[in-house]
């Protein structure tokens, strides 16, 4: 039964746990618009929908959460979106890449500094359990969440050092998968679905790329 229009149906919460209709829903269209922005195949086109399913995917964990440090969170999201405009634009094509190289190992810390974060006030998140310990599904996810980001900025670091970009679809998982771990640990749809199909999607591609170097070499070469 559906609960009468008013703050309640507005609100972050109902009920404390499940999230209200309008936020569920900003949440389904946040998937959707990451969805078909992985189905397009026009890059232009495909990163123009993903970046709205982001956008909504963010406006709605922030109108569902009491957020106390709103203008400095938004200020560090124009603060860095326009760096990473700026050096989109004026750096060369074949330096793209090693962009996203950079930008991935950033998320490996992202990820790591949350997870930190969560674990340092469980409290404040709804990880703790009755008797005061942290739940055990939401600590693994913590722990899930921290140990890819380590994996993924040590796999930028070795990508970047090595000067090698085959691993790249591989950091895009782990970073994709880091999300959805800790999406899961507080409970944010949007970083669960948008981290998920991220994972997919990198694990996809390093496995289509697999299979065209495979094809390159010589028959019975194979790859190590």
Do not use: C, K
């Not at 008013?6 to 269209?29: E, K, M, R």
Request: proline content about 5%; glycine content about 16%; charged content about 10%.
């Amino acid at each position: 039964m559906m609960p009468p229009v008013g703050p309640a149906w507005l609100g972050a919460q109902l009920d404390g746990i499940d999230p209200s209709p309008v936020v569920a829903g900003a949440y389904l269209l946040s998937g959707l618009l990451l969805l078909v922005g992985l189905w397009l195949r026009n890059s232009r086109h495909s990163h123009r929908w993903a970046m709205a399913g982001i956008a909504t995917g963010a406006a709605a964990a922030v109108y569902s959460h009491d957020v106390v440090n709103l203008p400095e969170m938004v200020s560090a999201v124009v603060i860095g979106g326009s760096i990473a405009l700026l050096l989109a634009r004026r750096s060369a094509v074949a330096a793209l890449l090693w962009l996203a190289v950079a930008g991935h190992g950033l998320l490996g810390v992202a990820a790591m500094a949350m997870a930190a974060t969560l674990w340092r006030n469980p409290g404040a998140f709804g990880l703790l359990g009755d008797d005061g310990a942290v739940l055990p599904f939401g600590g693994g996810m913590l722990v899930a969440g921290f140990g890819l980001g380590v994996a993924t900025l040590a796999g930028a670091l070795v990508l970047a050092f090595g000067r090698r970009l085959g691993g790249l679809p591989l950091l895009t998982s782990g970073a994709g998968w880091a999300a959805a771990a800790l999406g899961f640990a507080i409970g944010n749809g949007a970083m669960v679905v948008a981290g998920g199909m991220a994972g997919v999607a990198g694990l996809r591609l390093a496995w289509r790329a697999r299979r065209i170097a495979s094809r390159a070499l010589p028959s019975g070469a194979g790859l190590p």
